[in-house]
């Protein structure tokens, strides 16, 4: 004897199973995240160890010290004293002196090198004859020791020794004068590290399809129209990486400037102040601020950059 299943049972029934099946996929899957991302962590705890045992603890003493009046010169007399090294330094004039030269070092330096940078990437990605030679050539500035490429301009620009002066038929010394240390240590770094930016944008040059391009040159853009509306939108994560990069690494300057100048003539940036404070002054506490102040200055320049210029990124995706 058989029975039947009414139909709407039927179909509920049906309906249960069609359902309860992707549950068990989802939850297979979720499993399968679960486990890689275990993996993941497994993977990368030992570097993840390793950096917090570098940058961690180098990084919470330096603040333990900021807290505390250290002087070295008077070892016995350290006393716990809160913010007051951060009241000392953030109301005195000389650190916004130092920032305001800091900032403008770094903003004139990362612009010509974005701007060059842009050129020579595009030279390298044009290149038809001898494109390892031209490429190998760009990175012989980059390659030399900040300290050296610093010592190199430093002569060069000397009234005593340099060439410049013979060059130019003057007998300027450019180290007297504010704007002259400008231009010479900002000289010093469009040479040093522009080659670090045309790498950066030359791997951005690889995200523009040809294809693209030459539908655009079929129908009729101009050059300057291919490079505002097809390049450059392109290349958007590149250059925003590169100019983040340099952004962070020029705001640290301390090299060129400590070689050429040593902060004289308005030139000194707050690189150059920490280590005034804490290694000619041997004032441990106030040094330690000004390093924690400037790392607080790179995560802030650091989150403007993901936070501002990420967004665009992410809402440009969306659209594409």
């Known amino acids: 004897m058989t029975t039947t299943v009414p139909a709407p049972a039927a179909a509920g029934h049906a309906a249960a199973v069609s359902t309860s099946k992707p549950k068990v996929r989802r939850r297979a899957r979720s499993e399968r995240a679960r486990a890689e991302r275990r993996l993941g962590w497994m993977l990368c705890a030992p570097a993840v160890t390793v950096m917090l ?6 990084i919470g003493y330096a603040i333990y010290l900021s807290l505390h009046r250290y002087d070295l010169r008077f070892p016995t007399e350290t006393t716990f004293i809160g913010l ?3 009241g000392a330094v953030l109301g005195n004039r000389l650190w916004w002196q130092d920032l305001t030269s800091t900032l403008t070092i770094t903003a004139i330096s990362v612009v010509i090198e974005l701007l060059l940078g842009f050129l020579l990437a595009y030279v390298m990605h044009r290149a038809i004859f001898g494109r390892g030679l031209v490429r190998s050539a760009t990175l012989v500035p980059y390659g030399i020791i900040t300290v050296v490429a610093a010592f190199a301009w430093r002569f060069a620009f000397d009234p005593a020794t340099g060439f410049i002066n013979g060059m130019l038929h003057t007998q300027r010394a450019w180290f007297t004068q504010q704007w002259s240390s400008y231009l010479v240590i900002v000289l010093t770094e469009v040479w040093k590290t522009t080659p670090f930016m045309s790498l950066l944008l030359l791997a951005g040059f690889t995200l523009v399809p040809d294809d693209v391009v030459k539908a655009a040159r079929v129908d009729g853009a101009t050059a300057t129209q291919r490079l505002r509306k097809i390049i450059i939108p392109l290349m958007k994560p590149a250059i925003l990486v590169a100019v983040l990069f340099r952004t962070l690494d020029a705001f640290r300057i301390f090299d060129a400037v400590f070689v050429q100048t040593r902060g004289a003539q308005g030139t000194e940036t707050v690189s ?7 290694v000619s002054r041997l004032n441990l506490g106030l040094g330690s601020a000004v390093s924690v102040l400037i790392f607080a200055c790179v995560l802030i320049i650091s989150f403007v950059f ?3 210029f990420g967004a665009n990124l992410s809402q440009q995706r969306g659209e594409g």
């Not at 045992?53 to 180098?58: E, F, N």
């Open 272 to 278: 150059i102040l920490g280590y005034n404070t804490m």
């Open 53 to 58: 045992l570098v940058t961690a603890y180098p």
């Open 84 to 86: 007051r090294n951060y």
């Open 306 to 308: 993901v936070k501002g």
